[in-house]
């Protein structure tokens, strides 16, 4: 079956480090993969996309990579901030107007 | 400014009754979509609209209809078929790989 996993558990990490989110798949041929953000109540914001030919973006503090051979997208953010604390969603574009979503990972930035 | 615009924001409802969940967007974008969100799990695709007088069943049509008589709004109605109608309510527009999202409706049944 297709799937699409992100860490079920939060992320607690400290205030200046870097935060490191995993996004696998199985199943998918994925055109493109994207990650956006999303705080409670609140709808999700697009962050980055990448495409299945790019092993790497940069926005900022934040990195994305994408292993089409490892089925796996990391996503960092650098320098993390109190105010990055918020629900990291992948997202796999499959083709045809689709975009198949993963549960998200909850990040806490501590100061 | 641009941006979609989803109402109500909160929305409550007896069983047994219909309820439509309003999205308007002025951002000029043709495609339209419908996602569900519970917690613990993804997104999931309700329905689609690629063009006006047109859209397609998503992956959890069921109890739901929604129609696109105009390129700016795409409402979603919550029958009573739906068995399980509580959760957030997602709309959003697409436009070169990126999902523009309304900031949700939250529906609970009484």
């Known amino acids: 079956s297709q799937k699409i996993e992100q860490n079920s558990e939060a992320l607690n990490i400290q205030e200046g480090k870097t935060a490191t989110l995993t996004c696998n798949y199985t199943?998918?041929?994925?055109?493109?993969l994207q990650w956006y953000r999303q705080d409670p109540g609140r709808g999700p914001v697009f962050l980055l996309l990448?495409?299945?030919?790019?092993k790497e973006k940069r926005k900022e503090r934040l990195k994305v990579t994408f292993d089409t051979t490892l089925k796996q997208s990391l996503f960092h953010i650098t320098a993390s901030q109190p105010a990055d604390s918020a629900t990291y969603l992948c997202?796999?574009?499959?083709?045809?107007?689709?975009?198949?979503f993963g549960a998200g990972t909850r990040l806490f930035v501590k100061a | 400014d641009g941006g979609i615009t989803q109402s109500p924001k909160y929305l409550f409802r007896k069983e047994g009754q219909n309820v439509t969940l309003s999205c308007e967007q002025n951002?000029?974008?043709?495609?339209m979509y419908w996602y569900r969100q519970d917690p613990g799990q993804g997104l999931r695709l309700i329905y689609y609209?690629?063009?006006?007088?047109?859209?397609q069943k998503g992956d959890i049509a069921e109890g739901y209809s929604v129609s696109r008589e105009k390129k700016e709004s795409f409402p979603l109605t919550v029958t009573s078929a739906q068995k399980n109608p509580t959760a957030f309510y997602l709309c959003?527009?697409?436009?070169?790989?990126?999902?523009?999202f309304g900031e949700g409706s939250r529906l609970t049944v009484l």
């Open positions: 951002l000029n974008h043709d495609a």
């Open positions: 199943n998918y041929s994925p055109a493109y």
């Open positions: 997202a796999l574009y499959t083709g045809g107007f689709k975009t198949i």
């Open positions: 959003a527009t697409h436009r070169q790989g990126e999902l523009f």
């Open positions: 990448i495409r299945e030919n790019e």
């Open positions: 609209s690629q063009i006006v007088n047109d859209f």
